[in-house]
């Protein structure tokens, strides 16, 4: 059972680029808004990017630019492109739907190095 799974996280430096996928079970994603979430160390989970199952994508303002969500529907997986990052991107990234959250997975670690 996939529920939500998410990969591509890993060790980078500042002003590099990481791609993340979430695989997510068909009740989960099919017709659903889906988000990408991150929570650093010691605080709590934010919201980072959000897309609507026709595509239509809100963005943090902290991305500025930086970061991209897609959709795949055919293979039930949401990404985030994230490029120029930064240390203060250093989180442990999640997906999930935007409106009705399902159990956590997870997550993928992301380290941006100075």
């Known amino acids: 059972q996939v529920q939500l799974v998410e990969s591509g996280g890993g060790l980078v430096q500042a002003g590099g680029s990481l791609r993340l996928s979430c695989v997510a079970s068909r009740n989960i994603f099919s017709g659903n808004s889906m988000g990408w979430y991150r929570q650093a160390l010691g605080k709590q989970r934010e919201w980072v990017a959000y897309i609507s199952p026709g595509g239509i994508t809100n963005y943090a303002d902290f991305i500025k630019g930086r970061f991209t969500i897609s959709r795949d529907n055919a293979k039930n997986t949401v990404y985030l492109q994230m490029n120029n990052l930064k240390p203060e991107d250093t989180a442990v990234y999640y997906c999930?739907?935007?409106?009705?959250?399902?159990?956590w997975g997870r997550g993928a670690q992301v380290t941006v190095s100075s």
């Open positions: 999930n739907q935007r409106f009705s959250p399902a159990t």
